[in-house]
């Protein structure tokens, strides 16, 4: 059975500092990968994906993902980290359906704080 | 503007009494999906629809019902809540047309539900 693990449930970071939140998997097949960010109050925004090519996708705000295979990873990356970025972030696997369709599994969310 | 609606947003009820959250989407899109948020275990899917009287279970239909008889609504209904029920309920939408079948959910604002 396909799962997602968000190892953080929290993670704190200083205004400016680099940023990365971490994603394993676990499906038998070729995943198709997503980040998704829930600000306060709303609901959630893709940032990025992946489905093929290169392993090194870029996202909406200044994000980028890295696939690695041979890890099981999608872990998300940001360079320098706004105080707007904190915000509760969501991987997840996307298992294609008979007939098609996207049953996404979420990993349990890290959420950011983001330290003036 | 391209959106999901939810409605209500906000929910507070008791015991047995039944309930419905409306969801609506104007993107023309086959797919819709309704989710439930609870901390620490992210997203779980309750049930989902691939087209117009197409609706199947989810990874946690227990207690509720959808219906699918337009393209744009995808009703959840409560028959009979009961308090573990209270929780953050997310609709989502995509398309499942080749061409524009990007992997990427549409989701709702959220709709926040107590049962008290």
């Known amino acids: 059975a396909q799962s997602v693990t968000q190892p953080e449930i929290h993670n704190t970071v200083s205004e400016g500092a680099s940023l990365e939140l971490r994603c394993n998997y676990s499906?038998?097949?070729?995943?198709?990968l997503f980040w998704y960010v829930q600000s306060p109050g709303q609901g959630l925004q893709l940032l990025l994906k992946?489905?093929?090519?290169?392993?090194l996708v870029q996202g909406i705000k200044g994000f980028e993902a890295e696939f690695k295979r041979s890890q099981s990873s999608f872990n998300l990356r940001k360079p320098s980290v706004h105080w707007s970025d904190a915000a509760e972030y969501f991987c997840a696997v996307d298992f294609i359906l008979t007939g098609g369709g996207n049953k996404l599994t979420f990993g349990t969310g890290t959420q950011l704080k983001v330290e003036l | 503007e391209a959106q999901v609606t939810q409605n209500p947003r906000y929910l507070i009820t008791v015991t047995g009494k039944k309930l419905t959250v409306t969801c609506s989407q104007n993107?023309?899109?086959?797919?819709m999906s309704w989710y439930r948020q609870d901390p620490g275990l992210g997203l779980r899917q309750i049930y989902y629809s691939m087209n117009v009287e197409v609706t199947d279970k989810g990874d946690v239909p227990e207690g509720y019902k959808v219906s699918r008889k337009e393209k744009r609504n995808f009703p959840l209904i409560l028959e009979s809540p009961s308090p573990n029920q209270t929780s953050l309920y997310f609709c989502?939408?995509?398309?499942?047309?080749?061409?524009?079948?990007?992997?990427?959910?549409?989701f709702g604002e959220g709709s926040r539900l107590t049962v008290l």
């Open positions: 989502a939408s995509s398309s499942l047309l080749a061409t524009k079948n990007t992997g990427e959910l549409f």
């Open positions: 992946y489905f093929s090519g290169d392993t």
């Open positions: 499906y038998g097949a070729t995943p198709y």
């Open positions: 993107m023309n899109h086959e797919y």
